[in-house]
C-alpha cells in the first residue's frame, strides 16, 4: 500500500523549519521516519503536509557543550550505539542504544523523534527523565526547554507546541562518582519493552547518594519518575537493602495495564527487579560499590 499523496518540504535551517511550521496548516515533521513512514504506507496517518528535517545539517550533532551531553534532532541511535563518549561516561545511554528495535531501525531512527512520538512503551524518555533531562524547541517565540518529565502529557501527546521544533535532547554532564544504567523486560530482541527502568546515582564523598534519578517504561500512560523511590535512595548508602527498599517504591509508583504480555501485577513486580539491577549497576559504574558478580 502507497501512502495517500501530501505536499512535501525540506527545509534547510532550523529558521526555515519554524517559518514552515507557522505558516502551513497542520504540517507533520518528519525527522527519521521509523515511526510515520510505516504510517504512512498503511495509511494510518494521512498529513497534506509533511515537513521533512534531514537538509538541516546543523542538527546532526552528538557531543559535550556548556555542561550537557546534547544530542541534535537528527542524532541516530546509531549514533549513540557507536559513541565512545557515551561507552565512556554514560551508561544508561550505551544500555538503551542497542536494545531499540534493529539496526536498520537505530541507523535510520532518531533518539529526538522517539521521544516526539512520546509512546510510553519508548526508552529514551525514561532516560531522560532519570538524567534530569530538558528537551530543547524552537518555535516562533524562540527557544525553550521543557524539563522531560513535564513532557510528556499522554500516550503521544506531548507539550510541544504546534509550530515548535525540537532540536535537540540534552542532560547534565555526569560528576566525578555518578553512574547510570538501564534494563528492559521484553518478549524477544527488537520488541518494545514490557517494562524497562532506568536508574541515575551521583555519590558524595563520604560515598552517601548525592542525588538519584529513576525513569519508568510502559508502566503508565506515560514515561514515568518515581520520585518516592529517588527520595529514600539520595543521603543514604549503597546496599542491597536500600536498592531493594527502591526497587519496592518504584513498583507501587508505577500503573501499568494488564494486556497479551503480560498482567499488571507481573508488570509491576518486573518494576521492582529492574529498578533494583539498574541501581545496582549505576552504583557499579559510579565506583561506590564493588563490581557484582552474576550467574
Same mark, same amino acid.
Given at each position: 500500500?502507497?501512502?495517500?499523496?501530501?505536499?512535501?518540504?525540506?527545509?534547510?535551517?532550523?529558521?526555515?523549519?519554524?517559518?514552515?511550521?507557522?505558516?502551513?496548516?497542520?504540517?507533520?515533521?518528519?525527522?527519521?521516519?521509523?515511526?510515520?513512514?510505516?504510517?504512512?504506507?498503511?495509511?494510518?496517518?494521512?498529513?497534506?503536509?509533511?515537513?521533512?528535517?534531514?537538509?538541516?545539517?546543523?542538527?546532526?550533532?552528538?557531543?559535550?557543550?556548556?555542561?550537557?551531553?546534547?544530542?541534535?534532532?537528527?542524532?541516530?541511535?546509531?549514533?549513540?550505539?557507536?559513541?565512545?563518549?557515551?561507552?565512556?561516561?554514560?551508561?544508561?545511554?550505551?544500555?538503551?542504544?542497542?536494545?531499540?528495535?534493529?539496526?536498520?531501525?537505530?541507523?535510520?531512527?532518531?533518539?529526538?523523534?522517539?521521544?516526539?512520538?512520546?509512546?510510553?512503551?519508548?526508552?529514551?524518555?525514561?532516560?531522560?527523565?532519570?538524567?534530569?533531562?530538558?528537551?530543547?524547541?524552537?518555535?516562533?517565540?524562540?527557544?525553550?526547554?521543557?524539563?522531560?518529565?513535564?513532557?510528556?502529557?499522554?500516550?503521544?501527546?506531548?507539550?510541544?507546541?504546534?509550530?515548535?521544533?525540537?532540536?535537540?535532547?540534552?542532560?547534565?554532564?555526569?560528576?566525578?562518582?555518578?553512574?547510570?544504567?538501564?534494563?528492559?523486560?521484553?518478549?524477544?530482541?527488537?520488541?518494545?519493552?514490557?517494562?524497562?527502568?532506568?536508574?541515575?546515582?551521583?555519590?558524595?564523598?563520604?560515598?552517601?547518594?548525592?542525588?538519584?534519578?529513576?525513569?519508568?517504561?510502559?508502566?503508565?500512560?506515560?514515561?514515568?519518575?518515581?520520585? #518516592?523511590?529517588?527520595? /529514600?535512595?539520595?543521603? !543514604? @548508602?549503597?546496599?542491597?537493602? *536500600?536498592?531493594?527498599? %527502591?526497587?519496592?517504591? +518504584? =513498583?507501587?509508583?508505577?500503573?501499568?495495564?494488564?494486556? #497479551?504480555?503480560?498482567? /499488571?501485577?507481573?508488570? !509491576? @513486580?518486573?518494576?521492582?527487579? *529492574?529498578?533494583?539491577? %539498574?541501581?545496582?549497576? +549505576? =552504583?557499579?559504574?559510579?565506583?561506590?560499590?564493588?563490581?557484582?558478580?552474576?550467574?
Amino acid at each position: 500500500m502507497k501512502s495517500a499523496p501530501f505536499e512535501h518540504h525540506e527545509p534547510e535551517s532550523v529558521s526555515e523549519a519554524v517559518s514552515l511550521l507557522e505558516s502551513l496548516d497542520d504540517p507533520t515533521i518528519l525527522a527519521g521516519g521509523q515511526s510515520l513512514v510505516p504510517m504512512l504506507r498503511f495509511r494510518l496517518a494521512n498529513p497534506d503536509v509533511v515537513v521533512d528535517i534531514n537538509g538541516i545539517d546543523s542538527l546532526e550533532y552528538l557531543r559535550e557543550e556548556d555542561g550537557y551531553l546534547k544530542l541534535g534532532a537528527l542524532a541516530r541511535h546509531a549514533d549513540v550505539e557507536d559513541s565512545d563518549l557515551i561507552d565512556e561516561r554514560y551508561g544508561s545511554f550505551a544500555d538503551t542504544a542497542p536494545l531499540v528495535a534493529d539496526p536498520q531501525i537505530r541507523n535510520r531512527g532518531t533518539v529526538v523523534g522517539s521521544v516526539a512520538q512520546a509512546d510510553p512503551k519508548g526508552d529514551w524518555g525514561s532516560v531522560l527523565i532519570a538524567h534530569d533531562g530538558e528537551v530543547v524547541v524552537e518555535g516562533p517565540d524562540g527557544e525553550r526547554a521543557i524539563p522531560a518529565d513535564e513532557f510528556f502529557l499522554l500516550p503521544y501527546d506531548t507539550t510541544l507546541g504546534e509550530e515548535e521544533l525540537i532540536t535537540e535532547a540534552r542532560v547534565p554532564t555526569p560528576a566525578d562518582r555518578e553512574g547510570s544504567a538501564y534494563h528492559k523486560l521484553k518478549r524477544k530482541t527488537g520488541d518494545y519493552a514490557m517494562a524497562g527502568v532506568a536508574a541515575r546515582l551521583r555519590f558524595d564523598d563520604d560515598g552517601r547518594i548525592e542525588s538519584a534519578g529513576i525513569g519508568m517504561t510502559a508502566v503508565d500512560i506515560t514515561n514515568a519518575r518515581a520520585s #518516592e523511590a529517588e527520595e /529514600a535512595l539520595e543521603g !543514604e @548508602r549503597p546496599s542491597p537493602e *536500600l536498592f531493594e527498599e %527502591a526497587g519496592e517504591l +518504584a =513498583a507501587e509508583a508505577s500503573n501499568p495495564e494488564s494486556d #497479551e504480555h503480560g498482567d /499488571a501485577s507481573y508488570k !509491576e @513486580r518486573m518494576v521492582d527487579v *529492574l529498578a533494583q539491577r %539498574a541501581l545496582g549497576d +549505576a =552504583a557499579e559504574r559510579a565506583g561506590a560499590v564493588k563490581r557484582r558478580v552474576t550467574q
